[in-house]
């Protein structure tokens, strides 16, 4: 198990670098309903890690479910938002974290994507 978390490190870390120094390209924007959304997506999947890993009791879909009813009254599926793509990652011990990001493409010859890490200014 911890090579195979190894080798996923290894190779999530090396989606993550930027060749060059080259700054990573700015991600378009999207609607506030759909950024609101994805905000409380992120939250609820991180706090929904943080109960797995034992550090929360107890995950409230409250805000999650308060977005979604925003998207529906202004009639905007949620499967138009752009959501990160969200992982788990094992740590020493048996601990848990997570990260959240985007894959886009690169662009260049070198690699085919480059990763972007979900920031709350990347919404």
Not at 56 to 67: A, K, N, P, Y
Request: glycine share 8%; hydrophobic share 35%.
């Amino acid at each position: 198990m911890r090579c195979l978390a190894s080798v996923l490190s290894l190779c999530l870390s090396a989606c993550a670098s930027q060749p060059g120094g080259v700054a990573p390209p700015e991600l378009p924007r999207q609607s506030p309903l759909c950024e609101q959304y994805v905000a409380a997506w992120v939250g609820h999947f991180k706090a929904n890690v943080a109960r797995l890993d034992g550090v929360q009791r107890e995950v409230s879909g409250t805000e999650l479910d308060r977005s979604r009813q925003a998207l529906e009254l202004a009639d905007i599926d949620e499967r138009s938002c752009r959501r990160p793509l969200c992982i788990i990652q094992p740590q020493a011990g048996g601990r848990l974290d997570s990260y959240c990001g985007y894959r886009v493409a690169n662009g260049t010859t070198e690699a085919l994507y480059r990763w972007i890490p979900w920031t709350p200014h990347h919404r």
